[in-house]
């Protein structure tokens, strides 16, 4: 028996605009794209990343605190360099979280809210 992960899904209110931001972050192409659904393509062939319009999408908060919506997951990204890549990814439409928990890592949010960390060795 086989298993591989094919994909990470992420919902949004809007698959076509969080989709849009990863692919200019990530300069990945789409694979497959309709009004509710978009995968981005991996260029080595790994799993792709694929966005899902949620109607009643509710925006994360992290850190979060007693009450709040707490992230689901979060997606860590590895960067040469973190300073560049960090104006890069603030220019596609992240924003740098307030809260930073170590040295080394720089936790981001995207357009929906999801944190995303770049981080270099």
């Known amino acids: 028996m086989k298993l591989q992960l094919s994909a990470t899904v992420l919902d949004?209110?809007?698959?076509?605009v969080l989709a849009g931001f990863y692919r200019r972050l990530l300069g990945w192409e789409a694979k497959f794209e309709d009004d509710d659904w978009v995968m981005l393509r991996?260029?080595?062939g790994g799993a792709s990343l694929s966005f899902q319009t949620e109607?009643?999408?509710?925006?994360?908060?992290w850190p979060a605190g007693e009450g709040d919506p707490p992230m689901m997951m979060h997606l860590d990204i590895h960067v040469d360099d973190l300073s560049a890549a960090g104006a890069h990814a603030v220019e596609q439409g992240a924003e740098l979280a307030a809260f930073q928990p170590q040295d080394g890592v720089r936790v981001y949010l995207d357009p929906a809210g999801h944190p995303f960390c770049l981080f270099v060795d």
């Open 12 to 16: 949004s209110p809007d698959a076509r």
């Open 42 to 44: 991996a260029p080595d």
């Open 55 to 61: 109607p009643r999408y509710v925006r994360p908060v």
